[in-house]
């Protein structure tokens, strides 16, 4: 079992930055990797990034990539989603997710746990 909190959302500004926080905590940590996901009204939930514990693997949706960074922090059992460059079309509710890390990651089915969101607005 696993469980994921997620803080750091909030109404910005276009250009702006945000930083997410995803705690994780639970057993087996190391055979995940925490995906981060973003969901906007009307539309269905769409991948943002990913990052194994050991911290390889990381990957980047093409909408996201040269301003968003996925870092993760092991003694805090953290994974951040650094958000430089913000613009009205990223605004969403973001939510962390784990996956077994030998899972595809692009699947949204493969990802046993879910937090429970955050939102990001970013008004023009």
């Known amino acids: 079992q696993v469980q994921l909190v997620e803080s750091g959302g909030g109404l910005v500004q276009a250009g702006d930055s945000l930083r997410l926080s995803c705690a994780a905590s639970g057993r087996a940590l190391i055979n995940y990797a925490l995906g981060w996901f973003r969901q906007a009204p009307g539309k269905e939930r769409e991948f943002v990034a990913r990052?194994?514990?050991?911290?390889?693997?990381?990957v980047y949706a093409d909408s996201v990539k040269g301003r968003f960074t996925i870092s993760r922090d092991n003694a805090k059992n953290t994974v951040y989603l650094q958000m430089n460059s913000l613009k009205p079309e990223d605004t969403a509710v973001y939510y962390c997710?784990?996956?077994?890390?030998?899972?595809?990651?692009?699947?949204?089915?493969?990802?046993?746990?879910w937090g429970q969101g955050t939102q990001v607005t970013v008004s023009s």
């Open positions: 997710a784990a996956v077994p890390s030998w899972q595809d990651y692009r699947e949204k089915g493969n990802y046993l746990y």
């Open positions: 990052i194994r514990w050991s911290g390889t693997g990381i």
